[in-house]
């Protein structure tokens, strides 16, 4: 079993910006893929990003690319979400989820993993 936490949302203004980490547990974190996704209320599960096992591609949403993006420290079990030029439609709850596949995915059928979730709000 895999811990999934996730931390550093909060309330900002449009135009601003937020960094969010999403802690995971388990000595293999270093082979898992890792994923962001957001809900906002009344609407469903949207993907984010993900980014590979070692770093070496991301893959983003078009709604967030060239404003966010996400990196990891394997040392630290840590990924994060840099949120630039934020939007009040990027309002949600934002979850970091994990994949223990191989392969490079996107879909969050493929994630076994998820977080609780931590919460962004963008102020017009």
């Known amino acids: 079993q895999v811990q999934v936490v996730e931390s550093g949302g909060g309330l900002v203004q449009a135009g601003g910006s937020l960094r969010l980490s999403c802690a995971a547990s388990?000595?293999?974190?270093?082979?898992?893929?890792m994923g962001w996704f957001r809900q906002a209320p009344g609407k469903e599960r949207e993907f984010v990003g993900v980014?590979?096992?070692?770093?070496?591609?991301?893959y983003y949403a078009d709604s967030v690319k060239g404003r966010f993006a996400i990196s990891r420290e394997n040392g630290k079990n840590t990924v994060y979400l840099q949120m630039n030029s934020l939007k009040p439609e990027d309002t949600a709850v934002y979850h970091c989820?994990?994949?223990?596949?191989?392969?490079?995915?996107?879909?969050?059928?493929?994630?076994?993993?998820w977080g609780q979730g931590t919460q962004v709000t963008v102020s017009s």
């Open positions: 980014i590979r096992w070692n770093g070496g591609r991301t």
């Open positions: 388990g000595r293999s974190f270093s082979t898992y893929g």
């Open positions: 989820a994990v994949s223990t596949s191989s392969r490079f995915v996107s879909d969050p059928d493929e994630f076994d993993y």
